[in-house]
């Protein structure tokens, strides 16, 4: 069995900062990918930034310059540092955790919200 549990979102003014939190447990040996996605009213889920097996990191062009994703691979836990964070940023932010074999999971999801 395998959990995400995510945290680190919030209520924050355009141009501020936030950072979340995801960390997995369970059954992991390895990890192909592991990072951020998010959805916001009435869009699809994308992408906003992964870490790959090989350390190549993936960012959304939307957010290049203004987030940072980093993983503590011993403890299992990514970071994303989201700087001048924008009213468009607003959205449900989801950890995503790709392993061996197809095997994904999805954290429960996080709201992220930026007044303007």
């Known amino acids: 069995q395998v959990q995400l549990v995510e945290s680190g979102g919030g209520l924050v003014q355009a141009g501020g900062s936030l950072r979340l939190s995801c960390a997995a447990s369970?059954?992991?040996?390895?990890?192909?990918?592991m990072g951020w996605y998010r959805q916001a009213p009435g869009k699809q889920r994308e992408l906003v930034a992964r870490?790959?097996?090989?350390?190549?990191?993936n960012y959304a062009d939307s957010v290049k310059g203004r987030f940072a994703i980093s993983r503590d691979n011993i403890e299992n836990t990514v970071y994303l540092q989201m700087n001048s964070l924008k009213s468009e940023d607003t959205a449900i932010y989801y950890c995503?955790?790709?392993?061996?074999?197809?095997?994904?999971?999805w954290g429960q999801g996080t709201q992220v919200t930026v007044s303007s």
């Open positions: 995503n955790l790709i392993l061996p074999r197809g095997r994904e999971y």
């Open positions: 369970g059954s992991i040996f390895n990890i192909n990918a």
């Open positions: 870490v790959l097996s090989n350390g190549n990191i």
